[in-house]
């Protein structure tokens, strides 16, 4: 149990990092602008981005969300991701940078698994 749990906070703290402080940090800047942008998007998208961003971190490390919050979370992120690499296919070809969303999302999914192999523990311990 005590593996899953660091398993489980190392990669959410992960997600944390990436998706909602660096974004609520650098959303304002010219070259996170400059980057929605690039793909096409307008500057509101990437404002909004940033808000759903921090709102679904928040859902996944504090404890008390409800689990179809985190749920819903989980799967927002995994869109986010998802779409991301294939915008970033679709403007810039195959680069490092189309294929890093992808990487995230496998840091997430080790954290979904993880969370829910948490959750299977706090059910069978009742």
């Known amino acids: 149990m005590k593996k899953a749990k660091i398993i489980f906070w190392t990669t959410t703290i ?3 990092l990436f998706e909602g402080v660096m974004p609520a940090l650098t959303s304002q800047t010219e070259l996170a602008k400059e980057g929605i942008r690039h793909l096409g998007y307008p500057e509101y998208f990437g404002n909004a981005l940033v808000v759903f961003k921090v709102l679904g971190v928040l859902a996944l490390v504090i404890p008390q969300v409800p689990k179809n919050v985190k749920e ?9 991701f998802i779409f991301a690499s294939i915008s970033h296919f679709a403007v810039d070809g195959v680069n490092f940078q189309s ?3 992808l990487i995230i999302l496998l840091i997430l999914a080790i954290s979904y698994i993880y969370y ?3 959750e299977r523990y706090k059910n069978i311990a009742l």
């Open 14 to 16: 992960l997600i944390f």
């Open 99 to 101: 294929f890093f969303p």
């Open 116 to 118: 829910h192999k948490i």
């Open 72 to 80: 819903w979370a989980y799967a927002g992120f995994g869109f986010d």
